[in-house]
Structures are given as C-alpha cells and as structure tokens.
C-alpha cells in the first residue's frame, strides 16, 4: 500500500518568512496530492491540490510542487501570517483508491 | 449549511459501554469514510463506504462497526469501549475518485 513520510513534524517561522514542508510516498502510480490545513477544534480543510501531470501549482502565498521521478511533493507557504498556524497533512492517492495521509506538520507563526 | 456534520462533537463515556456516532453529507457525494486521529494528530483511516457499500475496512478491532443507511449517512457504532479508543474521530465524505475529500468537525471521544 502506499505510505507518505512528511518532514518536519513541527515547524516555527518568523512572520513575513517563508515555510517548506516536505512529503514524500512510495507508490508511483498515486497521481492525486491534496494538501490540508487543520485549524486548532476543526477538521481538515483542503487548500491546494496537484495532479500527476503537473509539476507546480500556485495560489497566492500558497504553492505546491511535485517531482514524480522523485516521488515527493511540497507546500510552500510566503509570507507566513499568524493565521497560517495549523497542522498541515499532505496526502497521496491513486485512483478510486484510500487517500493517505503524512503525519502532519506542526506550523507556528511567530508574530 | 454545514457539508458534513457530526454528532456529537463531544462523547464522555465509561469503559465496557457501548455508544454511536452520527454522520451525515449534503453534498450529493457517494464516498464517506471515518478516520481517526490520535493524541500525536496522526489521521488514520478506518472505514471507507461507496454508495453505501463498505469498500475500506482497515485493520480495527471489530467491536466498530460502521453502518451507512444511505449515501448520505455514516454512522460509527462501538461496542465495549476501551480507553484506547479516547480519540477523535472524523467522518469525510468525496466522490469517489480524485476530488477534495471534506470532513466534518470531528467527535472527540474520551473513555474514562
């Protein structure tokens, strides 16, 4: 099955900087890599995706790249806000299959 | 309106009881599953159900028992609770395929 490793667990910034978190999975046939932000109480919320035939996507101060011979992805955050404080998942999925999710990253911006 | 939501958000309960967890999407999807995520915010999938069909049974002990009335429900019934099962737990729901998965506020668990 597939397994998604997401470095570092947790992660401080000064506000104004930016943050990097890192994913890799093992399954290259996973073409989907959604990425959540998980609010202090709350579910997960999805924030940015990116699909197996795209090597980067941006929204705002938000990005994702993905290197598929690598096998890993990132979410790249500028310009880091207080409010960007959350538990980030990134995840991996193949077609009809489960999604699974990475451990998750601890994101503390520092005002 | 709430997209998926949950009841209870809060569940205390003494070991050995058996309680239930209601999930309910009015988003027209035909996925929903139910995840569980422990104190180190690990997210862990445990059922996953297609048009009411049970198509994901990871490896939980079988005193969980999901049960799906319809596409537009979820619910989660555990029998003998253990203090193991102090979690929360999140109902999600998508259509099957590659498309954004939205999960409800979650039900925090807590046996005592």
């Known amino acids: 099955g597939e397994n998604v490793e997401q470095h570092p667990s947790t992660l401080s910034v000064q506000e104004g900087d930016s943050a990097v978190i890192k994913c890799t999975y093992s399954?290259?046939?996973?073409?989907?890599f959604p990425w959540y932000k998980q609010e202090l109480g709350k579910g997960p919320q999805l924030i940015i995706d990116?699909?197996?035939?795209?090597g980067e996507k941006k929204d705002q101060r938000i990005a994702v790249t993905l290197n598929k011979t690598a096998k890993h992805f990132s979410l790249h955050i500028t310009e880091t806000q207080p409010e960007d404080s959350a538990v980030y998942f990134c995840a991996a999925i193949r077609g009809y299959q489960k999604v699974t999710f990475g451990t998750g990253t601890k994101l503390q911006v520092i005002p | 309106d709430t997209a998926v939501s949950q009841t209870p958000k809060y569940l205390v309960t003494q070991m050995g009881n058996d309680k239930s967890i209601k999930c309910e999407q009015n988003?027209?999807?035909?996925?929903m599953y139910w995840y569980k995520q422990d104190s180190k915010k690990f997210l862990k999938i445990m059922f996953s159900?297609?048009?009411?069909?049970?198509?994901i049974n990871e490896t939980v002990p079988n005193r969980f028992s999901p049960k799906s009335p319809d596409k537009a429900h979820l619910n989660l019934h555990i029998n003998s609770l253990e203090l193991g099962d102090s979690a929360v737990y999140f109902c999600?729901?998508?259509?099957?395929?590659?498309?954004?998965?939205?999960f409800g506020q979650g039900t925090r668990l807590t046996v005592v």
């Open positions: 399954d290259s046939a996973s073409n989907y």
């Open positions: 990116i699909r197996s035939n795209v």
């Open positions: 988003l027209g999807h035909d996925t």
């Open positions: 159900y297609n048009n009411k069909e049970l198509i």
């Open positions: 999600a729901s998508t259509s099957l395929g590659n498309t954004e998965a939205f």
